[in-house]
Structures are given as structure tokens and as C-alpha cells.
């Protein structure tokens, strides 16, 4: 069984800002967005999902990939974007990654 490509999630650095995305890089057909905030803590901006792709869980997928970046590379999310802050909230197994000091 393999993942349709077009739902295939990729990562990309573009300066400060880095996006786990679906699609082509410069023009995504869905994205998170997140930026360092120092060396411990990212700040996870904006999560987009185009049209043709609502529905399916792609921005659960999206929040996913954040989520399992943040643990594999000890680091702590201050979520900006209000779909992340929605995942946090029915996800309570990702608690622990939640940037000190910050509430939901």
C-alpha cells in the first residue's frame, strides 16, 4: 500500500521559517508553518489547507508530522495558528510539548 503522492507530507527550511507541506514547495496545496524561537521552543504559525484537499485530514496530518519533529528534536510549541491550538486540545498525549507557561 502507498501513499497517494499528492498527500505525501515534505519538510522544507525557507529562511527563519520552516513548513511541513503537500504539493510543491513554492506553491503547496496544504502547509503548516512554524519558526524557531530559540534553540528549545518553535512557534507553529499557520496551517493551510487548499479546497480540493478539506476533508480528508490533511491538517491532522499536518499537525502530526509538527508534533512528532517537535519530540524527536526535544523541542517545545508555542502554538499561534487556532488549528493547533484545536489539535493540543483534543490531544491531550501531546500535552508534554507544550511550550512552559503557555496556555491553550
Sequence with gaps: MTEEKSEQILFKTLGENSIFFIGNAESPDAYLSFRHKDANTIVAE???VSASLRGKGIAGKLAQK???YARENNLKIIPVCSYVVGFFEKHSEFK???AQ????
Design 46 to 48: 499557520h496551517t493551510v
Design 66 to 68: 509538527l508534533m512528532e
Design 96 to 98: 508534554d510539548l507544550l
Design 101 to 104: 507557561n503557555h496556555q491553550l
